[in-house]
């Protein structure tokens, strides 16, 4: 049966926000990024854009540690973004 088109709308928990932390230097994107992670859902994504060279080293293990799930990491112009994806902690 197929479901109606306004419930599949609805129904999105895999809706993607995006935190800018350009400018930020180490540790403060993984502090700010804490932070943020908790106020959300389990399952929910978040965007993190940055600047520091050194967090393609600390998003990724932020994310282990903490049990979240990093799911894409792409350069951009003059930084990364790293799309997280909130663990069940």
Do not use: N
Not at 36 to 54: F, H, N, Q, V, Y
Not at 67 to 86: C, K, N, P, Q, S
């Amino acid at each position: 049966m197929i479901e109606p088109r306004a419930k599949l709308e609805g129904a999105t928990p895999q809706a993607q926000d995006v935190y800018d932390l350009k400018g930020l230097k180490c540790p403060l994107p993984v502090l700010r990024a804490r932070k943020r992670l908790a106020g959300m859902g389990a399952g929910e994504r978040l965007w993190l854009e940055t600047t520091d060279p050194l967090a393609v080293i600390d998003i990724p293990a932020f994310c282990s540690e903490a049990g979240h799930r990093l799911i894409e990491t792409a350069a951009t112009d003059g930084g990364h973004r790293f799309l997280v994806e909130r663990g069940a902690i």
